[in-house]
């Protein structure tokens, strides 16, 4: 159960990656590359079968992360691929506003799951 979890855990951050870099190449595009909607629903898939791998597999049973945390990450994680999904589907024309709340939810995300 622990390698499934360390591979679940690498396509978690593979995810959020996509979703960071594909934010940071479109900055100075009109629209949003279309890898930021696939990388965020990949974090947030991989993000729930790893908390589900590691209480099957009894990993947390020192305490591991408080559920509170990762309740607030995958309802950051479902926003930010919401808000890609509709970016990508309008095309050229993502408002900046849309845009960069992707960017700095993606960031959020990654705050909380550092220092929290």
Do not use: C, Q
Not at 21 to 27: A, H, T, W
Not at 36 to 59: P, R
């Amino acid at each position: 159960m622990e390698f499934l979890y360390h591979v679940f855990t690498v396509l978690h951050f593979v995810g959020w990656a996509i979703v960071l870099g594909g934010y940071f190449v479109s900055m100075r595009t009109p629209g949003l590359n279309k890898g930021v909607f696939h990388g965020a629903a990949t974090a947030a898939v991989s993000g729930i079968l790893m908390v589900g791998v590691a209480e099957m597999g009894g990993l947390w049973d020192d305490g591991g992360p408080s559920m509170g945390k990762i309740g607030v990450k995958l309802v950051i994680a479902v926003i930010i691929a919401i808000l890609a999904f509709l970016a990508v589907k309008k095309g050229d024309k993502v408002t900046p506003a849309l845009k960069h709340s992707i960017g700095a939810l993606t960031l959020v995300n990654i705050i909380v799951a550092v220092f929290v």
